[in-house]
């Protein structure tokens, strides 16, 4: 506890992309910290916003705010206002007349165009640094709501605050609140599911508090550790409910099983420690395996996912097997000893199932004759499972490469969202807000050529489809010039210093640093991923094509870039994580066991269920997200285990001597219905995530619902006939081989 709460939220550009990479370098060094701000917008909405009044209102509004900690500018139509006005007339103040205003603004059309799109609607921009943390963004905003109200705007106006970080800030806030109310209903459905499915072991809900005792071990690790919590991280909580009650049930029922068996309490914790443990512990190290393909990502935030898993469910393994083991031991102790007359009858009803058991009859249980029926035609009719199983997997592999990839993060958040609301009407406002940024590094930027490459390339780049235009200090240099560019520096120079200084800011940095701006508008979400990245490539050609003059170097960048770089990561890399999590886990398998047959039977149907999960989501029509986009290693994670205690047992039983089909029926019948449990229960935990008002969330619980559910049927329709088919050939070839090698022995000594 006192570890967890060293847990940082993180949410800035490091989450996505890796702190030694170029492109962190020129977006977050060089494009961040020197010429972007995160903004908050004011938006004035009315019947004329070109009114002395309402600039008089704004005026007011823009001097609180400069006034605030951490607000490095505010932009507006006021200010500009006051400084032409003074420009001219000599006074730094809000002219008194409308006809002044108007007069003004219609005058400066390129300067007031961005903060005034229309007559009836005026943008403020709050300037915050970029690398400003999420607090200082809350307190910021408070503030802002804060001065529109004294500020006294004439009550004919409608006052929106808004902008990106407003919107980012209420979505955290709302997931993680949301967050906290579906694990509390994931624990709710846990509880009904354990009460029906694993009715057959006493204090069948032990294992809940046994796992969020793992899960408090693992945020007390987060923190110790320094692993952020981030939106994907935050989902590592609900794997890692399911993976480790998945632990708590097997060492549960597992003691249970020997302590009705031997009746001696000692031999039954040595018994469990010794066949469970190890079983546990293999399963656990290939789940491990699984997850370190993660690591692979170049995306830090599923790296850290990665980190967590695999901290977690060690943590959830130490829980179960000694916390766990040791409860049941101690409530079997005090039971004994305590138990009233009701739990004298329960004990005999308990023991009364043992000796069915024992005896060999069996007693009737739903579950227990499902998998029975399910055994018996999954084994009978072996090669049409596994055809339509092998079928079903490449169909879905193909399938896969087809399903899209949701690049708009508008859809992650609910579509009534206030913030959301807010910001999309400023975007109908003002049209999209996405943008490539290019750093223009040289040696004078007062130069005249420079300027004249510039203008020349922005005109050039603006002709092309998707790009809305452009914003640079040309424009304004321009306009301060009678149209045209000076031919000399001083003259530039001059006009540098009566452009309005935090409009100068946001295009010119020192003596050798310009930001040329290309809007996109919503091309993000209009043309995908393929289409930014295509329109990228184009940039970076003509820049060759379109030299500029000698010693300018220009570095595309922006939060566009970035996002691509991402969404790539997460499309291609997938595909990575999937095929090296089988790889690492087989490999795995082999050095374990040393046996290729046990390798291939607890890999193969988890290898299936990758293939019928691609097929599941283009038939679903689900998009891919930063967090479905993991489900590939998380599907060989949890699937791996299932299929490693099943062949675990499987071998425990063949050991005793009996035949495979006898064997597999044995361990369907000993820890079958505890796998299901454990399945069941982990589905009911996600199925609380589907209704969460959250699309990026409610399609990871969808996906991980219908992915366990794969995974179930896997375990327990594939993974029998082929560890009886896989098993009972190499039995008759050692039949084969043996009488072959004994006549060979017999041939060697005569001659000898």
Known sequence: ????????????????????????????????????TDSIVVMVEGNDVKSADLMGAVSRLEHQLESTEGVVGVT???????????????????????????????????????????????LISVAMAGSTSEDKQKEIIKAAEEAVVFSKFPPSYNLIVTGEPAYQIEMNDAITASMGTLLGLAAVFMVIVLSLVFRHVRWKLLPLPIVFLGIIYTFGAMGFLGIPMSMVSMSAFPVLIGLGIDY??????????????EGNKSKAIITTLKHTGPAVLIALTMTGLGFISLFTSSVPMIKDFGKLLTIGII?????????????????????????????????????????????????????????????????????????????????????????GVDTDTNNFAPQDMPALVDLQHLKDVMGGTDAFNLIIKTEDNADPEVLKWIDRFSEHETQRRYILGSSSIVPLVKELNGGTIP????????????????????????????LLNFDIGNAVSDIKTAGIE?????????????????????????????FIEVLGALTDGRILMTYL?????????????????????AIIPMFMVTGWSGLVMKFLGILYTPMTATMGALIIGIGCEYSVLMMERYFEERDQGVDPLQAMYRTSKSIGAALLASGSTVVGGFAALMISPFPIISDFGSVTVIDIGLVLIATF??????????????EKRRGIQAPQTKANNVKGADTQ
Request: glycine fraction near 6%; aromatic fraction near 10%.
């Open 76 to 122: 507006s139509p006021a200010s500009i206002i006051k400084q032409i006005n003074y420009q001219t007339t000599g006074r730094s103040q809000v002219p008194d007349t409308d006809t002044e205003i108007k007069a003004i603004i219609d005058g400066n059309p390129d300067i007031f165009g961005q903060l005034i799109p229309d007559n009836t609607h005026m």
């Open 1 to 36: 506890m006192q570890g967890a709460q060293k847990i940082a939220m993180s949410s800035g550009t490091d989450t996505y992309v890796g702190k030694d990479s170029k492109l962190y370098q020129n977006y977050d060094h060089l494009y961040l910290n020197i010429f972007g």
């Open 315 to 403: 943590m959830c393994y130490l829980a179960a097997m000694f916390v766990g083991v040791v409860t049941v031991y101690v409530f079997d102790s005090f039971s004994e000893r305590f138990q009233s007359k009701k739990g004298k009858n329960e004990a005999k009803s308990t023991k009364k199932d043992t000796e069915y058991s024992s005896s060999g009859k069996a007693k009737p249980n739903l579950v227990e004759h499902l998998l029975e029926k399910i055994n018996n035609f999954s084994i009978k009719n072996s090669l049409l499972v596994l055809g339509i199983a092998t079928l079903l997997c490449v169909g879905g592999i193909y399938a896969d490469e087809s399903v």
């Open 717 to 730: 329709l594939v993974f029998p006939p082929l560890i009886v088919l896989l098993d009972t050939w190499r």
């Open 248 to 261: 708590a049930i097997q060492f549960h029922n597992r003691i249970e099983e020997e302590l009705h068996k």
């Open 581 to 601: 999590g089988l790889s690492l886990v087989f490999v795995g398998l082999l050095v374990v066991y040393r046996d290729w047959i046990k390798a291939l039977s």
């Open 534 to 562: 295509e329109l990228t490539n184009i940039l970076q050609k003509d820049i060759q094509w379109m030299q500029a003059p000698p010693g300018v170097t220009v570095t595309i960048t922006g939060n566009s870039v970035v």
């Open 487 to 514: 031919d000399s520096r001083d003259e530039i120079e001059a006009i540098y210093n009566q452009i309005p200084e935090a409009q100068r800011d946001e295009y010119l940095y020192g003596k050798n640093m310009l």
